[in-house]
């Protein structure tokens, strides 16, 4: 059974960081791109961006220089580094397996003074 399980999600204050990570089990990990997404309330679910087998990254416009994808394949962990967050950043984030369809359940990211 292929799951993928988003943790480190929280309240942040205007201008702090958090890092997010994704477990990923019963599936061989490091063989496919992974993808972050968010979802903020009355609005469609986005992608934040993507990181390659090789770890390459691609990064939505509105985060670029802000977040920072990494991947530890002996943890079949993928993380996303946020900093410099916005009020704006508030959403539920989602790790994704396109190639499969996988979803994780999400976790909660808020950014408010």
């Known amino acids: 059974q292929v799951q993928l399980v988003e943790s480190g999600g929280d309240l942040v204050q205007p201008g702090g960081s958090l890092r997010l990570s994704c477990a990923a089990s019963g599936i061989a990990f490091s063989i496919y791109t992974m993808g972050w997404y968010r979802q903020a309330p009355g609005k469609l679910r986005e992608l934040v961006g993507t990181?390659?087998?090789?770890?390459?990254?691609v990064y939505a416009d509105s985060v670029k220089g802000r977040f920072t994808f990494s991947k530890d394949n002996a943890k079949n962990t993928v993380y996303l580094q946020m900093n410099n967050l916005k009020p704006e950043d508030t959403a539920v984030y989602y790790c994704h397996i396109p190639d499969t369809g996988y979803w994780g359940q999400g976790t909660q990211v808020t950014v408010s003074s």
């Open positions: 990181i390659g087998r090789g770890g390459a990254a």
